[in-house]
């Protein structure tokens, strides 16, 4: 039984099946997948906002602590210096496919397709995330290099989103972060006298961080990621870092083990809530999001990346120009992150066609992994 749990995490099967029921089920009975989505379920909360707004609180909480293991004394990005390549790269994954958005736009668009430049702009990261994983493995240093670059990447997106396509109706509320910051700060206190329970963490540093992302009008799913770096985690003394400490029962090391299970297997729901688009009309804008996506991404990533590489600033070690090159490749899934910011750029026909060069972008897990056979990526455990 656990061989298969195992095979099926590995894999990203639960990820992969919520996708592809998402996507049957809205093109098969629209109706019925907008009623279920939308519909009311625990505590007068809708599916899509029970499994966006507080299932992928969790989700991201997982990534939190492969990039705080990442920064512990041999991790892949200690020393910290490590780090600045891929917040460079993260740059570059930002620029790039917004010049190519509006490149592409003046020779082959119009302007009433200048708006759709944000939509290829961030990275999807549970599906980058896995599609990683499972191309380099678990241990390769690139999986942590991407999932840094992936949430600094959509930390960016949330500003793109909040200045330059803002809800009229929910304008982004800033006061409401002092929230968040109070969070931080009980984490820290907690840190400080040593409390063990990663439910003190969850309920006295989370739930204000959550809130205050919330009513300021911004992702509440990465609440977690402020507080989790706070959790007491061992480090043996000879500088190794803690996933090589036996028998580890640190507060951290708990709250992954208990909750790995359950978020890998609950992203299934992930898939359906998030993949489920009506096919429309292939136009221009189709080919504007995806093109910037695929040639944006990996490149400006790749470019960016080189560039500090050229100024100082290292790869992590046992990454090279090659897998640099792949993981920028994975970097460019930006489905349900694009397909958010194409609800919010266009309406009508033109929104359509722009989401379904988001949906398309599911396609370049295919070029990552034949890339990395290409390569010759060696996959480390």
């Known amino acids: 039984m656990q061989k298969t749990i ?58 939190a602590i492969e990039i705080t293991k990442s920064f512990l004394p041999g991790g892949n990005l200690n020393p910290v210096r490590k780090a600045i390549n891929p917040i460079m790269s993260t740059f570059g994954g930002v620029i790039g496919p917004a010049i190519v958005y509006v490149t592409l736009n003046y020779f082959i668009g119009s302007s009433d397709l200048a708006n759709g430049w944000g939509i290829p702009t961030a990275t999807d990261i549970a599906l980058a995330w896995l599609l990683a994983r499972f191309i380099f493995g678990a241990g390769h240093p690139a999986v942590s290099f991407l999932l840094l670059l992936a949430i600094a ?64 009008h911004m992702h509440p799913a990465l609440a977690l990621v402020f507080i989790v770096p706070f959790m007491p985690w061992p480090v043996k003394s000879t500088g190794e870092i803690f996933e090589e400490v036996k028998d580890d029962h640190s507060t951290m090391a708990s709250f992954e083990h208990d909750w790995k299970t359950i978020v890998d297997f609950g992203l299934l729901f992930f898939g359906i809530s998030n993949a489920g688009v009506e096919f429309a009309r292939i136009s221009t804008a189709t080919w504007l999001v995806f093109c910037s996506l ?28 090659r897998s640099l090159f792949v993981a920028a490749n994975v970097a460019a899934l930006g489905l349900t992150v694009a397909l958010f910011v194409a609800g919010q750029a266009f309406t009508g026909d033109v929104q359509g066609a722009a989401k379904m060069g988001a949906l398309f972008s599911a396609g370049i897990s295919m070029c990552a992994i034949t890339l990395s056979r290409v390569l010759k990526i060696e996959k480390i455990e």
């Open 6 to 63: 195992n095979l099926l995490r590995e894999f990203s099967i639960p990820l992969i099946s919520g996708v592809v029921i998402g996507l049957i089920w809205a093109n098969v009975s629209p109706d019925t997948y907008h009623h279920i989505n939308e519909s009311k379920w625990l505590w007068g909360l809708d599916f899509h906002f029970l499994v966006n707004d507080i299932f992928m609180v969790f989700f991201f909480a997982m990534a």
């Open 153 to 216: 990447d959509d930390g960016i997106g949330l500003l793109i989103i909040a200045i330059f396509y803002p809800d009229l109706n929910n304008p982004v509320a800033p006061l409401w972060l002092l929230l968040l910051l109070a969070g931080i700060c009980i984490a820290y206190m907690l840190r400080r006298f040593n409390i063990r329970s990663y439910w003190a963490y969850l309920i006295c540093g989370g739930v204000p961080a959550w809130a205050g992302l919330f009513k300021a």
């Open 294 to 321: 695929l040639i944006g991404k990996t490149f400006g990533i790749f470019i960016l990346g080189r560039i500090g590489m050229a100024m100082g600033f290292p790869l992590p070690d046992r990454m090279d120009s």
